[in-house]
């Protein structure tokens, strides 16, 4: 069974440049989450999808990030005209459908860094 | 605002002793409850879930909860120096399918 998938591991963006990040959920899971860590510190909840619809973006900047799961295809998160504070890993986890599934599994997450 | 509370650590252990990892939450409506392992520059591992009042038991593993008091900890036996890692403690509201994550709690045995 494969689990979680996220790419590129590794992302370097020059400062007002787009960053693209990539999740495969688990097989059979509908649920996606993002989140944001910064180094020595906790992880940060940004926005949860199912398919075609968001769900909660309470913890998503207002503005240059944009996230979407489409019918079809990976999950995306979508940074626009990064900044040097971008610079932070990125984890997708992915849970499965179902009343107290609420397990979350982690893919190795995506280093961003913004030179 | 919920809140998941962890002493940040750093908490050492000499190895083979028993590490205790202690958390509280807020949100009294809260109904899963996760402990999660994270070595550095690795992503979070799911160690244990617990949904129940009590104890449960997985190996060298035991997650304990108490509802009344808005409390969880893990219970690591046989300590070894592999076990070194932040292990974070998550929760989940009934209403909520979102997971509120505590910052973790450092762990580091010695040998």
Sequence with gaps: ?115 | QKEVEQNSGPLSVPEGAIASLNCTYSDRGSQSFFWYRQYSGKSPELIMSIYSNGDKEDGRFTAQLNKASQYVSLLIRDSQPSDSATYLCAVNGIRDDKIIFGKGTRLHILP
Excluded at chain 1, 11 to 29: D, F, I, M
Excluded at chain 1, 31 to 40: A, D, F, T
Excluded at chain 1, 71 to 87: A, C, M, N
Aim: proline share 7%; glycine share 10%.
């Design chain 1, 1 to 115: 069974n494969a689990g979680v998938m996220q790419n590129p591991r590794h992302l370097v963006r020059r400062r007002g440049q787009e960053a693209r990040l990539r999740c495969s959920p688990v097989k059979g899971h509908s649920h996606v989450y993002w989140y944001r860590q910064l180094p020595e510190e906790g992880l940060k909840f940004m926005v949860y999808l199912q398919k075609e619809n968001i769900i909660d973006e309470s913890g998503m900047p207002k503005e240059r990030f944009s996230a979407e799961f489409p019918k079809e295809g990976p999950s995306i998160l979508r940074i626009q005209q990064v900044v040097r504070g971008d610079s932070a890993a990125y984890f997708c986890a992915s849970s499965p459908l179902g009343t107290g599934e609420y397990e979350q599994y982690f893919g190795p997450g995506t280093r961003l860094t913004v030179t």
